[in-house]
């Protein structure tokens, strides 16, 4: 299935949330008609700052049916260690799967991540930072369902998006596609409803996960709408150029 044919997601991340009240966020979040949540997971060794663990996750589940998808932003032993709390807090209502998310720099031994992501019943995806050239996760692309290319330096939100990753977005795609594989391309940090999308959409992406660029708008349902009409928009030929 070509890029074109993969459908367009729009993934919200809750970051810019009031955590507070996480449990409605995720309820109205739903409401807006996104296709997945996203809970970026830090551990203030991988990345400089601590936000949500397993359980936060877990106990937004009775609010939403909406699939969810945890990026573990964290350090290898995290990620080993606590994997299996992390695979189960990100199933569906009725077990589905959920994506949960390694970074290619944190896990020295990430085939054997990635295996027991699947085998916990997760569905198994990688993550990498902007400085990570694509050739790092060319030989897991066989054991994912998602590819995330980060277009910030993970960490934080509200960050400027870096426009030199398009190249290896359609690196990725190309490949992907020279293999037959059915993996989604992700982009995350610093996507609005702006040229950020539409190129990245162009370039071979289709899933967008959006924090500050959702949630600044008047409603979160207005939010996800924008985002997914330029991103449609970008698949049928109108590409937004970058400003000058």
Same mark, same amino acid.
């Given at each position: ?16 949330? /009031? ?8 309820? !109205?979040?739903?409401?807006?008609? #996104? !296709? ?5 997971? &830090?551990?203030?060794?991988? *990345? ?24 573990? &932003? #964290? ?6 260690? &606590?994997?299996?709390?992390?695979? !189960? ?10 994506? #949960? ?10 085939? $054997? ?14 993550? +990498?930072?902007?400085?990570?050239? +694509?050739?790092? *996760? ?6 994912? !369902?998602?590819?995330?290319? +980060?277009? *910030? ?13 398009? /190249? ?8 992907? /596609?020279?293999?037959?594989?059915? *993996?989604?391309?992700? #982009? /995350? ?24 660029? +959702? ?12 985002? $997914? ?5 970008? $698949? ?9």
């Amino acid at each position: 299935m070509t890029a074109s044919e993969r459908p367009i997601q729009i993934i919200p991340s809750v970051l810019p949330a /009031d955590w507070a009240a996480m449990g409605q966020c995720v309820k !109205d979040l739903e409401a807006a008609g #996104v !296709d997945r949540i996203q809970f970026d997971v &830090m551990d203030g060794n991988f *990345v400089p700052n601590l936000t949500f663990g397993p359980e936060l996750i877990k106990a937004c589940r009775k609010y939403c049916n909406v699939k969810f998808e945890t990026q573990l &932003m #964290v350090s290898q032993y995290n990620s080993e260690t &606590m994997l299996e709390q992390y695979v !189960d807090a990100s199933k569906g209502p009725n077990g589905e799967r959920g994506v #949960v998310i390694a970074h290619v720099e944190a896990n020295t031994h990430l085939h $054997r991540v990635l295996g027991r992501i699947r085998q916990l019943g997760g569905s198994p995806s990688v993550a +990498m930072n902007p400085h990570t050239p +694509m050739e790092m *996760v060319k030989n897991v692309l066989d054991m994912v !369902d998602h590819v995330l290319v +980060m277009t *910030v330096n993970p960490g934080f939100g509200g960050q400027a998006y870096i426009p030199t990753m398009l /190249d290896k977005i359609s690196q990725l795609r190309k490949t992907i /596609d020279e293999r037959g594989l059915t *993996v989604d391309i992700e #982009v /995350d940090g610093g996507i609005k409803a702006n040229w950020t999308i539409s190129q990245c959409c162009a370039a071979g992406a289709n899933c967008f996960i959006a924090g500050s660029g +959702m949630f600044a708008y008047p409603t979160l349902k207005e939010g996800c709408d924008d985002l $997914r009409r330029v991103a449609q928009e970008a $698949r049928e030929g109108k590409v937004l150029p970058t400003p000058s």
